[in-house]
């Protein structure tokens, strides 16, 4: 299952945001809030191929009973799959995948991917991890592309999947 796509990156000087009724906010530009490479959200190699990862190369994941703009991981859920925080910067390689931020009930921002917001999962312990895919069928690592990477889980998926 492919996530929408939208051009559209995090951050910098000179660009255009726009929000929609959905809440999710994107900001378009030729120029980006970046880091240098490696830093921020950017590829990392996994047993699954190079996916999205943090910049201390923790995979990322979206949950498929979020809805584009909105999150449904609070609580319980969001103590074991942490939200990335929408202040996270996005390494220039991967910036046009369509980043953007959604607000969360609890006032926060979330960093998102093609309006699906990203999470961190804490049974991963170490940078390439990828404890969390498949979770109970609804947690998926995020691939180069910007899509959702479908398959077997490599984890119990019994644990606390939410």
């Known amino acids: 299952m492919a996530l929408v796509v939208v051009l559209a990156a995090c951050g910098g000087a000179g660009q255009s945001t726009t929000s929609t009724a959905a809440g999710i906010t994107t900001t378009t530009a030729a120029n980006t809030t970046t880091t240098a490479s490696g830093a921020g959200v950017h590829l990392g190699d996994t047993s699954l191929g190079p996916v999205l990862v943090?910049?201390?190369?923790?995979?990322?994941?979206?949950?498929?009973?979020?809805t584009e703009g909105e999150s449904v991981c609070y609580d319980s859920c969001a103590a074991i799959w942490p939200p990335v925080p929408g202040d996270t910067p996005v390494d220039p390689v991967v910036s046009g995948l369509g980043f953007g931020t959604i607000e969360r009930d609890d006032g926060t921002t979330q960093l998102t991917v093609g309006g699906m917001p990203l999470y961190l999962y804490a049974g991963d312990t170490a940078p390439?991890?990828?404890?969390?895919?498949?979770?109970?069928?609804?947690?998926?690592?995020?691939?180069a592309t910007g899509s959702m990477v479908a398959g077997s889980p490599t984890a119990d998926p019994s644990y606390e999947g939410y």
């Open 54 to 66: 943090d910049s201390d190369g923790m995979t990322l994941y979206v949950f498929t009973r979020d």
């Open 128 to 143: 390439g991890d990828v404890n969390g895919q498949g979770v109970e069928g609804v947690w998926f690592v995020v691939d």
